[in-house]
């Protein structure tokens, strides 16, 4: 079965770090883009990040550029969001994302796997 | 940034009438070269990640029950259940995905029963 596990969620105090991991298992991790989403509490879909199936290309949403980094183990099959310097509003749940389609370098994608997601919460 | 304007914001139907949602974008999602819409439609029931419906506008995922059904092209798309059932309650996105960064969503449509 296919699954995608976010891990590494928590509290902590505006300006402060934690980085996300995402535990990939029963799909080809190496050949799909993964992205990760966020929902502040009660709102809608955020995208935040894109790392392509090879590690060549990231991008980022606006609202987190120079402070968050996502990264990719292809030989463990896990995707890292780093988040740094973090704000009230970067409170949500952070959702682990698979593109749709394989092999993608830089494009966009829908997403047809979800993980459960890992709450974040930003407070003082 | 292309931006992603549902309506309504919310919809009351009655069991095993017809929902309609509809999602505007800014720009086109027609890519001309493979004439296909880059538009994706979600589900998310309450205390669940969202869940993958429709893809390239029109496409349902494995898995979908057919009373799901996606249609439109360019600019304006349209989610339509034909037959509402009780697990359908849900909120219902529509997301873009012709050109990152950003890849956007609509701001999600509340379906309930009347």
């Known amino acids: 079965q296919v699954h995608l596990v976010e891990s590494g969620g928590g509290v902590v105090q505006p300006g402060r770090s934690l980085r996300l991991s995402c535990a990939a298992s029963?799909?080809?991790?190496?050949?799909?883009?993964m992205h990760w989403v966020r929902q502040a509490p009660g709102k809608g879909l955020e995208w935040v990040a894109l790392?392509?199936?090879?590690?060549?290309?990231?991008y980022y949403a606006d609202s987190v550029k120079g402070r968050f980094s996502v990264s990719r183990d292809n030989s463990n099959n896990t995707l890292y969001l780093q988040m740094n310097i973090l704000r009230d509003e970067d409170t949500a749940v952070y959702y682990c994302?698979?593109?749709?389609?394989?092999?993608?370098?830089?494009?966009?994608?829908?997403?047809?796997?979800w993980g459960q997601g890992t709450m974040v919460t930003v407070s003082s | 940034d292309i931006v992603m304007t549902q309506s309504p914001d919310s919809l009351a139907v009655s069991l095993g009438e017809r929902a309609t949602i509809n999602c505007k974008s800014s720009?086109?999602?027609?890519?001309?070269?493979?004439?296909?819409?880059?538009l994706a439609w979600y589900q998310q029931r309450p205390g669940q990640p969202p869940k993958l419906l429709i893809y390239?506008?029109?496409t349902r995922q494995s898995g979908v029950p057919d009373r799901f059904s996606g249609s439109g092209s360019g600019t304006d798309f349209v989610l339509t259940i034909s037959s509402l059932q009780a697990e359908d309650v849900a909120i219902y996105y529509c997301?873009?995905?012709?050109?990152?960064?950003?890849?956007?969503f609509g701001q999600g449509t509340r379906l309930e029963i009347k």
């Open positions: 994302v698979k593109g749709m389609r394989t092999m993608v370098p830089n494009g966009g994608d829908a997403f047809d796997l």
């Open positions: 390239w506008a029109s």
């Open positions: 790392m392509s199936y090879d590690g060549r290309n990231k």
């Open positions: 029963g799909f080809t991790f190496s050949i799909y883009g």
């Open positions: 720009q086109s999602l027609l890519y001309d070269s493979n004439n296909k819409n880059y």
């Open positions: 997301q873009q995905y012709y050109t990152l960064p950003p890849l956007t």
